[in-house]
């Protein structure tokens, strides 16, 4: 910021190096994704790169025309599809492994009006659960349906490899350790829904933010080019769900049964609101999250608990852990410890306010 300061897009030879810098960014993350450097527009992360490819193909949709989403996908692509096609969303239904059917994605590709866009994510933000992108991808591509795959939990966490067979796909610099505000829309003719400006060859308008596009591919480089032992921190993750199964019998896990992420672990405890866990939690030095981040303060709008209708009791015990690829096995044993000083603390203060209460 204090050196690479000036606009890039002014005129001058300062102007050109930060341009450079910025265009060996936007080739080394294509590079991963294995992709034309051309196909990637900066953007203010993934919440802007979904509501764009919406709002950019509401223009050219006939006016009947529907989209196709999943269950489970973050409010970026819910209310954006609704805002841009209102009453015209359908939803596919919710498996109980908190995945989806593909067949019945075949089923609405072969309709005789078929959607004019498919949106199901690569993974949950929730669950963690990986839903079989790969297939609908294919698919799509079968039946010449342009296909939105919001894969912002994947950088960092699973392989980027085949990601291009989607038409779009989106990420968000802060999932993979980088700054908060910037991630990115890939795609042949991707383009923001922001203009006014000639910047990003004209696919979005406004000053290009540098310091946070660099950051993004600094954090890129170090955690996303080449991935962890994923098997290894998955099995950190399962051993942390044992010892909580242990002390937790009634416990119950999300998404469990189907493959997920090896960062996230989702599950409903059976006692207790989970804002009341957070706060005992937090004070023992771990934050962990209720439903989704965006539902903490919505009790009960978590995607996947309505998915998967849970119960308004039970989506108010709902829990989940993230971790990233430097947690360690004494980090998750920790964990498990402070869930269960949290349990006795919490069933004791539970006990003393039934006495007072009476
Ligand atoms: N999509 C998914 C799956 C996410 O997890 C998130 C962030 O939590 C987003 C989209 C939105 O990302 P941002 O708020 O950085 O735009």
Redesign the pocket.
Known sequence: MSENWSNPSSPYRASALVRASMQKSREEICATYGVNPDHLVFT???????NSVFSNLERTAGESSRVLISPYE?P??SEAAQRWFPHRVDCLSAKNDGSIFIDEVENYLRNESPPCLVAV?AA??ESGVIQPWKEVALLCREHGIPYLC?S??FPGKASLHELSLCTYN?A?A??FGGP??I?WLLGEDASSLLVGGMQEKGRRGGTENFPAIISASTAWESAVKTLPNTNKLASLRDDFETQMENFFPDIKFIGKDAPRLWNTSLFVLPSFDNLKWVGKLDKLGFQISTG???ATNNVGESPVASALKLSSEKTQRLLRVSSWQSHSVTDWEQLSEAFQKASISLEEEFADSSVISF
């Open positions: 203010s992360g993934a919440t802007e790169a979904n973050h970026s692509i994510m949950s933000n919001d912002t939990q989106v968000s802060h999932k908060k505000g991630g989704s981040a965006c």
